[in-house]
Structures are given as C-alpha cells and as structure tokens.
C-alpha cells in the first residue's frame, strides 16, 4: 500500500505533533491528582485552568462556563438531559432530520431516560441541506422544553444559522444546544455574542485526542449533572479530570485559534480543487450540500450507479481514507439519514462519498485522489446493471 | 471496516465474468436501487442443459460483487439441476465465508440462480407469492421461512443479516419474531415422537407412502406440471425426488415440508420426515 491520505478528518483527525508533545510530561512525571492539596498534584491543576482559559478563548465563553467531559457524546447527552429536567412539565423537544445519532437517537428515546413520552419535531432540509426557518418558528409549542440543533452537519458539511436559531428560541423562553463538534476550528465562533445555552464540542475533531469533551453552558442556565459524583468541574461533572487530554485539548484549541485562516484559505482552496476535479472528471457525479454554506473542509460527491463501500475499498487499495452516506458500511441497511433527509435519489444515495480535509493534506494528495478515482468508478460503473441501463437524456 | 477474507477481497478487486452475455438465454435479475444491492445474472445452457458460460453485472458493496463473481465461478460447467442445488451457504463458503451482517449478499446470489433457472424453464417463481412482511426491502414470509429453516436462523437480527428483513424501520420485527416462533414449534414437532406412533416395518410404510402419493400427492402436483419419486425410506426418514418443474422450484422445500411431510404423518405415520435426495 502506498503511504496513507488522510480525507476523513469529519470522522477523526491526527493528534497535532505539538499537541502530543504538551501532554506527554502528564503519563509520567506529571501523574498527581489536581484535587489534591499537595504541590505535585496542585501544579497539575494549574495546567487545567490554562488549558481552560485557551479553550474559552476559541469559543469567545468564559472559563467558568465550560465543563470537560470524557467525549461529544457525554455532552449532547448531558446538555439534553439538563434541559428536560429544567422543565419538568414540558414534553416536547425541537431537532433537525440530520442531527448526529448522539443528539438524534437520545430524543427519539427520551421515555427510556425519563420516564415520559416526549414529542419530537425534527426538522426537515432541503435538497441542499438547509433548513427553513418559517418551518422552525412554527414548530414552538407551549410545552417546548428545549431545541438542539447542529452547528454544522457531520456529512455534507453544511453549516446551521444557530446563531439565529438560539435568538428565536431565547425569545420564547426556550433553552437552546447546538452540537458544535464539527464546527469548531474550522468556523469562527463566539458564543458571547449569541444566545446559545448549551455547546458540545468533541477534542478528536480538531487534532486533540479521543476521549475528550467539553460542554459549553452558558452562565445562568439551570444545569443538573449527569455523571454525580466528586466536585470536579465544581460539582458539575465528577471524575477526577483527564488531565493530559485536557493539557492536549487546550494546546490544540490554542493551534486551531491561529489555523483559522489557514482552514478557511488554503484547506478550502484544496477542498475546492479535489471537488471540482472529481467532478470534471467524472459524469454523473453531484457535490450534495449546499456550496456556500458549509464547512471549508468538507464535501460530499453522489457518483450514479455504484454504491459507496466499493469505492472506498478501491480507495482503500491506494491508500485514500474516505467515508460513504452508503449502507453497507455502516453495517445498516439503509442509505445515510441525512441522504434520505435530502431527498437524494437511491441512484445516488448509495454512492455517496465524504471527503474532509485538514491543515495536514497537501496538493499533490488532492491531485492523486483526482487521478486515481475516475479510473475506479469507470470499473464499478462496467459492473453496475444500472449504468447500462440509465436514462441517456441526462 | 468489514472483516472480509482474502478470497472475498481477490474477488471483488479482479471478479471473474463481469459483463453482457448476449447468448444468454437464462438470465435472472434481482435486487434494487433502493435495496442498496442487485445483480443480473446471465447464463448459457446448451440442449443438455449444462451452463456453458455464465456472465453477472453487479451494483453492490465488495461482499455483492464477490458474491456474484463467486457463483459464477461456481455454476459454470454444471448441469441445471446441479446448479439449482448450490445455496447461500455453498457460496459463503467458497469465499472463505461472509461477515454475518453481509450474509445477504450470498443469499442475492443463490435468488439470482434461482431466477435464471426458472427463466430458462418458463416459470415465475413463486416467492413473490408469499405476503410480503418487510415493507422497506419487500422481503415475503416465504423468503424469511425459507431463510430461517435452510440457515437455522435463530434471531430476528440473524433474519436481517441473511434476508435485510427488519434492517429498515424495523415495524416488522414482532412479525419477524412470530415466525421464528412459529418455525421453532415445528422443529420441536418433528422431534418429539407422538405417543401414538405405530411400530411398522420399513416395507408397510414403503406400500403406504406409495399410496398416500398415488392417491393425494401426485395428482395435486401434476396440476402444476410436476411430479415426485419415492427413492428411499431409511427409518423415519423418507428420501423423495421432485420432479418436472417440482425438481426447479424455488419453493420445492416447503411444498416437501408443508404439503408431502404432512400429507404423509396424517396417513402413513407420524413421524416421518421428508427429505429431497439432493439434499
């Protein structure tokens, strides 16, 4: 095989080489508990407050606000959790279609966590993924208890109004969380100046490791806890703190702070070259999302008539990483959520593959991606009784 | 990632006989867009009916396309009836084996024979007979049956694996367990002799068995253009042959199990099994 590229930073991302080197002194001599009143362990919790502070800085939040978790998971479920037991007589919740299974399979099965039945508007998309906000503004009820919506989509990338969502919301006196773990670092975000309550954010999307989150809550907001236990996170959250991946997380928030421009000039330059190549090179091909509003690192290309698990074990041969909205790699049946939420054809459906870029990809990866995909649909397509039989107008 | 085997590997990178057969002259073609998966599988049978050639197009995930590449390795060189025997399990088995999540994908392989063959001998098969259980992959309780007494599925999520029934809303799934339930009871039924059972000597059933399809079996069978052989009784155990276009149809096992079994524990003994001889 030749060497690896890396085109799947949505579903994880290289550790930053400076990342690693920041947390590494905290698996050996650095090992104390920052609970402890002792200076070996208090010098460990001096790190987490600067750790803290870096990682407020690139949300625009206070320090206090934040709260570390062990992933984005453990925060939506937190944050949603929080929200409902705020509002113990309200049974109706606000989402989208394409939410995460984090966000979307925790509302569907609110009875489990609660008790009670709750009704669920999800929200539909467009063809392009975005969502109407006429749509959203009808869908409060006197009974809503929270909405949670994504900042940014996992899949195609595109990028949610939250901002605007969480004023609307706020104006009815309803609590608002927004999934942001695709979205930070690679978006500027401030959450001073918005109206959201609730932030997730996930440290393996953005070239910290896996295992750590943060939930942002928004000083004032009613919160309860989900993990009860010591005092850390000053009873918000117990378990002693992870400590070297929170001294990483802060180190890889400091280093997306200054990468911003860099995601948004040369990544996207990149994102665009390999979308417009493939496209050009290949027939029957659609970019799914919205062109504009989505992440600079994303995009997700239907190629007609093959199904997206042979293209990426082709891929695969050669050494690209990608991901497919396809069924058979997720093991289910089914063409992605957020594929079928789109109204994407089957036709289409099934082959649809996700590239995400990072910082870390180059050029020539993006010109050996344009020249080795063409040749491996052309093969699949051969294959496909489908292609052979396509309407020809098209 | 899927765990496949390096055979499944090396036949999804280099699949064998990709491509239209323009002298083929039984071709069957299943699956869908929607399904995810499909394959148009396209033999040629001479006057002896031996498949000379055989050819496939596939629009799937790598388990499909070695599948479907799989078979075709396998049939050619065969005669019909020697094909109709290869099952599901016979080409998860010539790639090494399939990853159980991908077991449909064999099972593709084994309908698409199927439907070739009965195109070649002009008759329309009769699982899209059954009543249809799973909306969102169109999967009948005759397909689920079948898969669930051949592959001894024991779970809903084994239906699944092996059929897709079940894989999308999953609305069907206490359906799905009803027939597991209801196929359970009938294993059990066939074990466990009944009190009444008659000590008979192998030739009294033979006479008895003879009679019951002269009299019953045969003429019902005719009717649709087949007949049936008695070969053997070893014990309980008796060894039929289905003729005529009985010998081809995909749903030979259960008019074996539902009709002839039964038939023959009502008038002969009750605890007979009835087995084909190419079984």
């Not at chain 1, 058979?328 to 109204?343: D, I, K, N, Q």
């Not at chain 2, 002839?260 to 008038?267: N, T």
Request: net charge negative.
């Amino acid at each position: 095989m030749n060497s690896t590229i890396y085109l799947d930073n949505n579903a994880t991302t290289r550790v930053a080489p400076e990342v690693v080197e920041v947390m590494q002194p905290y698996f050996s001599e650095l090992y104390g508990n920052p609970s402890s009143m002792h200076t070996f362990g208090g010098q460990v919790g001096e790190a987490l407050v600067a750790a803290r502070a870096k990682i407020a800085h690139l949300l625009g939040a206070d320090p206090d606000e934040l709260i570390f978790t062990s992933c984005g998971t453990e925060s939506d479920s937190t944050a949603i959790l929080s929200a409902i037991r705020a509002n113990p007589d309200k049974r109706h919740i606000i989402t989208t279609r394409v939410e995460h299974p984090a966000v979307k399979n925790l509302a569907e099965n609110m009875h489990a966590f609660t008790g009670h039945k709750y009704r669920v508007t999800q929200l539909s998309v467009d063809s392009q993924g975005m969502l109407d906000l006429d749509e959203y503004e009808k869908a409060f009820c006197e009974d809503t208890a929270l909405v949670s919506v994504m900042w940014a989509n996992n899949e195609t990338g595109v990028i949610f109004p939250v901002e605007e969502m969480a004023m609307i919301a706020k104006a009815r006196g309803v609590l608002f969380h927004t999934d942001a773990v695709q979205a930070v670092g690679k978006i500027p975000i401030d959450l001073k100046k918005t109206a959201i309550n609730f932030l997730s954010l996930s440290g393996h999307k953005l070239h910290a490791p896996k295992g750590i989150g943060v939930l942002y809550v928004r000083k004032g907001t009613s919160f309860s806890p989900f993990l009860v236990g010591g005092h850390q996170e000053r009873g918000r959250r117990g378990g002693t703190e992870n400590t070297a991946s929170i001294v990483a997380l802060g180190k890889a928030c400091e280093l997306a702070a200054t990468r911003m421009t860099v995601e948004n000039t040369r990544v996207k330059c990149l994102r665009d070259t390999l979308e417009k190549g493939l496209l050009a090179a290949i027939p029957n091909a659609f970019r799914n999302g919205h062109p504009e509003h989505r992440l600079p690192n994303t995009t997700n290309i239907s190629f007609e008539y093959v199904e997206g698990e042979a293209i990426l074990l082709h891929l695969n041969t050669v050494g690209i990483c990608a991901s497919s909205g396809s069924a058979c790699t997720s093991g289910s049946l089914e063409p992605s959520h957020v594929m079928r939420a789109m109204g994407v054809p089957f036709t289409a459906a099934h082959g649809s593959i996700r590239f995400s870029l990072s910082v870390y990809n180059t050029e020539e990866e993006v010109d050996f991606v344009v020249q080795q995909l063409p040749p491996i649909i052309a093969k699949l397509r051969q294959m496909s009784p489908f292609w052979h039989n396509r309407p020809k107008s098209l | 990632m899927w765990d496949y085997t390096d055979k499944v590997k090396e036949h999804f990178l280099n699949p064998r006989n990709v491509g239209q057969l323009d002298q083929a002259n039984a071709v069957g073609e299943v699956g869908s867009l929607a399904c995810g998966d499909a394959l148009k599988l396209m033999l040629m049978v001479d006057a002896n009916e031996v498949i000379v050639d055989a050819k496939f197009q596939t629009f799937g995930c790598a388990s499909a396309i070695a599948s479907s590449s799989a078979l075709t390795e396998m049939v050619k060189g065969k005669t019909l009836t020697e094909a109709a025997t290869v099952t599901n399990e016979d080409i998860a088995n010539y790639l090494g084996g399939l990853p159980k999540e991908k077991m449909h994908c064999s099972v593709m392989g084994r309908e698409a024979l199927e439907a070739a063959i009965a195109n070649y001998r002009g008759i329309l098969l009769p699982m899209a007979e059954g009543e249809v259980v799973c909306e969102c992959f169109g999967v009948t309780d005759l397909e689920v049956r079948r898969a669930i007494e051949e592959s001894h599925l024991r779970t809903v999520e084994e239906i699944t694996n092996f059929t897709k029934a079940g894989g999308g809303c999953g609305k069907c799934h206490d359906r799905l367990q009803q027939l597991l339930d209801t196929s359970a009871k009938q294993v059990k039924s066939k074990i466990i002799p009944l009190k009444a059972s008659r000590r008979m000597t192998t030739i009294q059933k033979i006479k008895l068995i003879e009679d019951v399809f002269e009299r019953e079996v045969r003429p019902t069978l005719r009717k649709d253009g087949g007949d049936i052989e008695l070969i053997d009784v070893d014990g309980n155990e008796v060894i039929v042959s289905l003729r005529g276009a009985c010998g081809s149809c995909a749903k030979s096992r259960t008019t074996l199990k539902e009709y002839v079994e039964k038939k023959l524990r009502e008038q002969v003994l009750d605890t007979l099994t009835v087995e084909d001889d190419k079984a």
